[in-house]
């Protein structure tokens, strides 16, 4: 089955330099420094969204992913 539907991937490039997501894991690039975090949950990542994306999306707070058995 497609990665595509089984996990969160998604990068997004903002003027001080680039997000990742790989399901919970985070890492923000400024530059040439970088900080990584696990996601608590999916209103953080909802909070994510809108800082990094530019988008506000409610209904991941409710989104099922099957490679993050707690959020099946």
Do not use: K
């Amino acid at each position: 089955m497609s990665p595509f539907v089984n996990r969160i991937m998604m990068r997004a490039l903002t003027p001080a330099g680039r997000v990742t997501v790989m399901n919970r894991d985070v890492t923000v690039w400024n530059g040439d420094e970088s900080r990584s975090y696990q996601l608590a949950d999916r209103t953080e990542l909802r909070g994510l969204l809108i800082e990094y994306f530019g988008f506000d999306l409610p209904e991941v707070e409710r989104m099922r992913v099957p490679s993050i058995p707690e959020w099946m």
